[in-house]
Each structure stands twice: as structure tokens, then as C-alpha cells.
């Protein structure tokens, strides 16, 4: 399987930082969207192809606008939703990052599914600030539910924080704060 992971195009609360972090339920811009359209061209999906959102409304935006026409399979799921990066155990997380509940995602973006068994704790507190015992094992998690999924392809829309984790993670290799992705831009990994 590959997994390929996808930055979001940019979005409201990176305008203003530090008082844009604030905004809750950042949209993107309209360059956000253009990115996203752009995505179609990029990266084309196919039906044999999963694309998996963090449940927010930027991310969530930028996979709907790159699924238009397409039969690619659309999930959301919280253990990719943002995540600090390198993690910090303040528990502190801005209202821009506050992720979506399977409800409003059902009424908002109804052609994206909610991760089904996922327990309703992860979706109440994310992986923003969780400890990296934690997430290894909900990422574990999370990793072998793709592979269940029998696609050629597996999408994860997700942020520079999470991305930089899951990296790191798969890899073994040390990820730094420069390394980061820029918004819509993509990292392939065989798994």
C-alpha cells in the first residue's frame, strides 16, 4: 500500500498568526482553493483509491474540492487530525485546531464517512497534545485500518504537525520544525 500524504491548501488562521490561530473552524482561502483544484491534476484519483480527511473544515475542504467527480473512498478520522509538532504536553490546543464530531461532519460533508470503531474519546480529545505512547498506539491503530481498506492508494489529508508525527514514525528517522511541508504538498511513503 502507499500512503501519500497531503498538506491542506492554505487556510484563514494562517493569515494573521499568532491572533489568527484563534479563529474557530478555519475555512481556506480563496488560494486555498485554487490549490486544491489544482490537486485534480497533480495527484488524479481513481476508485481503486482512498481519501482520508482530518476532521477539520479546512482539511475536510481541501479532500472535497480534489474528490469532485471522482470515486475515490472518503473518510474522516481523528488520529490524523492536527497535531503539535514537536509535541509539547501543555494540553493546550488553539481554537483553529479544535476538531469536527462525526455530527457535524455528517451534516457539513456528508460524503465524507466518520472512521467507523473509533472510540468516541479520540474523537472528543484528537492527538493535538496526546502523549506519544498514546498516539503510537492510535496511529498503529489507525495505520492498519488502511491496510484493511484494500486500496492501491491511501490519501491522508492532514496538517504539517501530523504529517511531520506520522513521518517520523514510519520512517525512524528524526523530523524537524524546517522540514515541514508547504500547504498542499505531498509526501509518498510504501508501507
Same mark, same amino acid.
Given at each position: ?36 483544484? =489544482? ?30 467527480? /471522482? ?21 493546550? /490546543? ?67 504537525? /501530523? ?5 517520523? =514514525? ?22
Amino acid at each position: 500500500m502507499e500512503l501519500i500524504f497531503v498538506s491542506h491548501g492554505q487556510a484563514e488562521h494562517t493569515m494573521n498568526i499568532p491572533a489568527s490561530y484563534e479563529i474557530e473552524a478555519p475555512g481556506l482561502t480563496q488560494l486555498g482553493v485554487r490549490q486544491a483544484e =489544482r490537486l485534480r491534476a497533480s495527484l488524479p484519483l481513481t476508485e481503486q483509491d482512498a481519501v482520508i480527511a482530518s476532521p477539520t473544515r479546512r482539511t475536510l475542504q481541501t479532500a472535497r474540492i480534489w474528490c469532485e467527480g /471522482t470515486d475515490a473512498l472518503r473518510f474522516a478520522h481523528p488520529t490524523v487530525g492536527p497535531r503539535q509538532f514537536p509535541p509539547r504536553y501543555d494540553f493546550f /490546543t488553539y481554537r483553529c485546531d479544535h476538531i469536527m464530531e462525526p455530527r457535524q461532519i455528517k451534516e457539513s460533508f456528508s460524503e465524507f464517512l466518520p472512521a467507523p470503531d473509533v472510540p468516541e474519546y479520540i474523537w472528543l480529545q484528537g492527538i493535538h497534545t496526546a502523549p506519544a505512547l498514546l498516539f503510537d498506539k492510535w496511529s498503529a491503530g489507525f495505520l492498519a485500518w488502511c491496510g484493511r481498506l484494500e486500496r492501491r492508494k491511501v490519501y491522508i489529508v492532514s496538517h504539517e504537525g /501530523t504529517i511531520s508525527s506520522y513521518i517520523q =514514525r514510519l520512517t525512524g528517522t528524526p523530523w524537524r520544525r524546517k522540514q515541514f511541508i508547504d500547504d498542499l504538498d505531498w509526501i509518498p511513503l510504501s508501507v
